[in-house]
């Protein structure tokens, strides 16, 4: 395939980069937020006859993603020409409890490091307690929120104390508990966040 090296329409006179295809894997991905109702209008269309109820109260419901397909994705809205380019279609199971705890603490750039490092720049050492952790992740499965909403939720919970805490000079760390979590979050606008 031909890549123009500094953009395609910007400078159409630039001479073209020759990349050879044949050993790169390439992954398209995405949230496809209602590609499930799709699925599910699918199988229940294609049920007929005695056998084909009795399979489909075999199907997990509650995660209908596992049995997406090429169909599915055209419903929802992709064109033949890219589908007939992915010779595999497959999914990811949503994040359970576990995982979404991971993303708060253990990567690099994990959220609760970054709000500890914030706190950091005003000398101030930030502890985060075990149940306020529950509690995120907790309110981030029952709003259907997934990783991106626990930014919301650590923003609703630490932007006051992380405005409020430098002015009390004497104070020099700062415990997240879980009654001060918890009382935070009631005084939020987290209902709007919920998913429909």
Do not use: W
């Amino acid at each position: 395939v031909l890549v123009p090296p500094q953009g395609g329409r910007k400078h159409p006179e630039q001479k073209m980069v020759k990349v050879n295809t044949q050993n790169i894997l390439f992954i398209c991905g995405g949230a496809f937020e209602g590609v499930d109702k799709m699925i599910a209008r699918r199988i229940q269309t294609s049920a007929i006859g005695y056998n084909a109820i009795k399979s489909t109260k075999e199907l997990d419901r509650s995660n209908l993603l596992q049995y997406v397909n090429a169909q599915d994705l055209r419903t929802y809205g992709l064109i033949p020409e890219l589908l007939g380019r992915l010779p595999i279609v497959t999914y990811l199971n949503p994040l359970d409890r576990d995982a979404l705890k991971r993303i708060l603490t253990e990567p690099k750039n994990a959220l609760i490091k970054q709000y500890k490092k914030l706190f950091e720049y005003e000398g101030i050492a930030l502890t985060v307690d075990d149940e306020a952790l529950d509690y995120m992740v907790t309110k981030a499965i029952e709003f259907k929120l997934g990783g991106r909403g626990l930014r919301a939720i650590c923003e609703m919970i630490l932007t006051d104390i992380m405005f409020d805490i430098p002015s009390e000079k004497e104070k020099k760390d700062f415990v997240l508990t879980l009654d001060y979590a918890m009382q935070m979050l009631e005084h939020s606008k987290l209902s709007q966040l919920k998913a429909a």
